[in-house]
């Protein structure tokens, strides 16, 4: 059996089929944050992610087993009013949300109670930023300015289009959907990544705190597609949602299964 396989095998709770899940090998990954512990190199465990963001069926799923979650029921300390505001009910879908666009308009949270739910977790940063470095045939496309244009574009699309279909653009080279250009997308440990406001700080404008792990800084300062998505996540709150803000899940792999 394969090893990601037994991973999933051993996670009895887990509701979500193994095809829905890729293996990424890990290693070592240069971050465009410069920890400064590690100079901006950071080693990854293998670990699965899914190939798509989780869709507006697989939430409602999700809500219906789990009552708590439901649009009126959650706890305000959990989610703001626009929590799934596009729902044309607590647990109706309706022409606004079609089932399978990914689901937006979700606390982290909530997203977390989802992936919990699933016996997986939400991706970490570092994750997040390995994966969604590739591209289709690189594993590593950012030094291409090809590729930042690319990403650029889609930021620069109007917000209230509509969300198209997961898995409608090409796969990256590891096989996952939708990373750069649908929906921006929780990470686990988004609160750790501050960005300093104060304009007095002129030396280094990007620098960043990072909790836990001692100061960072910008290693990339060209990469504005990767910045932005630094500076969105570290403007939220826990409880925040936005139309155009989804999730997917992650889950490591035990090493007996490596």
């Known amino acids: 059996m394969r090893g990601w396989v037994l991973a999933l095998a051993l996670a009895p709770s887990l509701a979500a089929a193994a095809d829905d899940f890729v293996r990424l090998p890990g290693g070592e990954f240069r971050s465009t944050l410069k920890y400064e512990d590690t100079g901006g190199k950071v080693n990854l465990p293998p670990f699965l992610l899914m190939k798509k963001p989780v869709t507006n069926a697989e939430f409602l799923a999700f809500v219906q087993a789990h009552p708590q979650w439901q649009r009126g029921q959650v706890s305000p300390v959990f989610a703001e009013s626009r929590y799934l505001q596009h729902w044309a009910g607590p647990l109706e879908l309706g022409g606004g949300a079609k089932p399978a666009q990914p689901v937006v308009n979700v606390s982290w949270f909530a997203a977390s109670a989802f ?6 977790r939400l991706p970490t940063w570092n994750e997040w930023e390995y994966t969604a470095a590739a591209d289709a045939t690189r594993r590593d496309a950012r030094s291409d ?18 969300l198209t279909n997961v898995g409608q653009s090409l796969p990256n080279a590891y096989g996952i959907y939708d990373l750069n250009d649908l929906v921006w997308e929780w990470v686990d440990d988004f609160s750790g990544m501050l960005v300093s406001g104060d304009s007095r700080n002129q030396q280094d404008p990007d620098r960043l705190k990072f909790c836990g792990a001692g100061a960072l800084a910008v290693d990339d300062r060209d990469n504005y597609a990767v910045l932005m998505r630094v500076a969105m996540l570290s403007s939220l709150e ?10 997917r899940c992650a889950m490591d792999i035990p090493e007996k299964a490596r």
């Open 115 to 120: 992936c919990e739910a699933q016996g997986t």
């Open 238 to 247: 826990a409880d925040d949602t936005t139309s155009n803000l989804g999730f």
């Open 145 to 162: 300015p090809a590729w930042r244009e690319a990403i650029l574009g889609w930021y620069a699309r109007p917000s209230n289009q509509a």
